[in-house]
């Protein structure tokens, strides 16, 4: 059962903390670790595998969730636009994580803006 996927990512989806009773082999699979991640940024943390954060959708789901994720992502992950994009409309803060390159590109510097502009906007509301 442990080395199961379907039976692992049943309760994966259910609960992230199941990953705890995954076998390895489950704990390195993409498609659990993105149900993981999906729930919690500590999913990552503590099960993903060297390598993990070089994985595009492991890391848009981690960014997604929560933008700080950025921090575990690997060198391509950090100059990939859609994965800096995906933190920095989540977090503004991640963009202190993305590659030098990606901080200068100007779709990034646009999202920044627009996420200061309304963090703005909701304080004078």
Do not use: C
């Not at 989806?13 to 999906?38: G, I, P, T």
């Not at 950090?78 to 901080?103: F, G, P």
């Amino acid at each position: 059962m442990r080395g199961n996927k379907e039976i692992v990512m049943a309760f994966v989806k259910q609960d992230w903390h199941a990953l705890e009773y995954a076998s390895k082999e489950m704990r390195s699979n993409k498609d659990v670790m993105v149900a993981a991640v999906k729930q919690d940024l500590d999913a990552f943390t503590k099960y993903a595998d060297e390598g993990m954060g070089d994985i595009k959708d492991i890391m848009l789901a981690a960014v997604k969730h929560k933008g700080e994720a950025l921090r575990y992502a690997g060198a391509a992950m950090r100059n990939n636009k859609d994965v800096v994009l995906a933190a920095v409309k989540q977090d503004s803060d991640a963009l202190q994580y993305a590659s030098d390159e990606m901080k200068q590109d100007p779709e990034v510097e646009r999202a920044i803006r627009s996420m200061k502009q309304k963090n703005s906007t909701k304080k004078v509301l």
